[in-house]
């Protein structure tokens, strides 16, 4: 399941947005163990079809749940995986007129945590002012 939640008041980035912050949160059925290549596109599909029809920036936080993995992905953190995974549903779809910017924040355990906005092309410059913004909450 798919849940898109606008969210413009949870984050703060330091300056107001000029588009709306739409979370986009992917629920696990509890009968559907893996996911199949076909719902991924479909997902990737849903996730175009939102933007296309919102002048939003949709932000995707990898979680920390396990999640299966190959055994040459064990190596990778559960949310690494998630947003390689993601990445790579996202460069397929390719997306004509549309952006990701994946934020890597380094928690205060030397943790990663994935932050990851889809927008449209003419909002790359807000994109450019949160990866900013980000970043220093790793310095923090």
């Known amino acids: 399941m798919i849940k898109f939640e ?3 008041e949870v984050i703060d980035f330091g300056f107001t947005l000029p588009v709306p912050l739409v979370g986009l949160t992917l629920v696990g059925e509890s009968h559907c163990e893996t996911n199949s290549l076909r719902y991924l596109i479909q997902l990737g599909k849903l996730i175009k079809e ?3 029809h919102n002048n939003v920036i949709l932000y995707y936080y990898c979680d920390t749940e396990e999640v299966r993995r190959s055994h040459h992905n064990l190596r990778r953190s ?15 779809m390719e997306p ?8 890597v924040i380094v928690g205060e355990h030397g943790e ?15 994109l450019r002012e949160i990866k900013v913004s ?7």
């Open 6 to 8: 606008c969210s413009s």
């Open 78 to 92: 559960p949310q690494a995986y998630r947003n390689e995974l993601f990445a790579v549903l996202f460069d397929r």
């Open 134 to 140: 980000v970043a220093d909450w790793s310095k923090e």
């Open 112 to 126: 990663e945590h994935y932050l990851v906005l889809i927008t449209r092309d003419r909002n790359q410059e807000v």
């Open 96 to 103: 004509q007129g549309l952006v990701r910017e994946t934020n």
């Open 50 to 52: 939102y933007i296309d």
